[in-house]
């Protein structure tokens, strides 16, 4: 199942399949669509496995492996590739908590968040050649938008699995944080994210014009928080 906790402007969209290490089945795409629905107008998005042994450990071959045709399979990898698509495109900061291992279709769904923070005990890969198969989700291009084109066909084509340490080194993983610390770690930086200007600050970063940049910044500059906050700095100090 998949569970959406809303808490003032911050959505955590929780993948919990524990008798199949959060893998995702035909079902998980239907409940991550309805998820991504009710988290309209959050400020920002949190994607997670339940458990601590596994984010995602990608499609849940029991359930796929009904599909035989090659209509088949590509109906399936549009399908999740529409679901990722649709998490790089929120309008708002997504977070990806790597919890657990991130494997094969694990991995794609955690590179279409835009930053990734990670237990330091997990482990992460593009292995979906030990199947013999290719990432189908948008997984590879987005990993060579991060590593760069050469990193990407060498981890993605040798199924080369990483650890923590290693994938922040190269910057597939943006943070690293201790085992014991990371529930609370992950959640003190999604709700730092959980405001407009960061929301703003994504959309100048997908690529705008200057002109649309300024425009974000000047309606930012005459909203009521802004001036509450500069307030607050004005008269800090002062009975």
């Given amino acids: 199942m998949v569970d959406l906790e809303l808490d003032d402007g911050l959505a955590v969209v929780t993948i919990d399949r524990p008798q199949a290490r959060n893998a995702i089945a ?3 795409m239907d409940q991550l669509d309805e998820a991504l629905d009710a988290a309209k107008g959050a400020r920002a998005l949190v994607i997670r496995g339940a458990g ?3 984010f995602v450990s990608g499609g849940d071959l029991k359930q796929l492996a009904a599909i035989r045709t090659l209509d088949g399979a590509a109906e399936m990898a549009w399908r999740m590739r529409g679901i990722c698509d649709r998490l790089a495109q929120f309008p708002a900061p997504v977070i990806a908590a790597l919890n657990g291992h991130a494997l094969g279709g694990g991995a794609e769904v955690a590179v279409a968040a835009d930053i990734r923070i990670a237990a330091d005990d997990i482990r992460i890969g593009f292995n979906q050649v030990a199947l013999g198969i290719m990432p189908a989700w948008g997984g590879a291009e987005r990993l060579a938008g991060l590593v760069g084109r050469s990193r990407a066909l060498l981890f993605a084509g040798s199924g080369t699995v990483l ?3 290693e994938a922040e080194r190269i910057g597939l993983i943006d943070r690293v944080l201790p085992r014991e610390s990371f529930e609370q770690g992950w959640r003190t930086l999604a709700r730092s994210l959980a405001n407009v200007p960061a929301g703003r600050i994504k959309h100048v970063l997908s690529g705008v014009t200057p002109d649309e ?3 974000a ?3 930012l500059w005459i909203s009521d928080e802004h001036w509450a ?3 607050r700095v004005l008269n ?3 009975k």
Wanted: net charge negative; glycine share 4%.
């Fill in 163 to 165: 650890a923590a340490a």
């Fill in 213 to 215: 940049a300024v425009n």
């Fill in 52 to 54: 601590d042994n596994a």
């Fill in 236 to 238: 800090k100090g002062k």
């Fill in 217 to 219: 910044f000047a309606h």
């Fill in 26 to 28: 035909p079902e998980t």
């Fill in 229 to 231: 906050a500069a307030d």
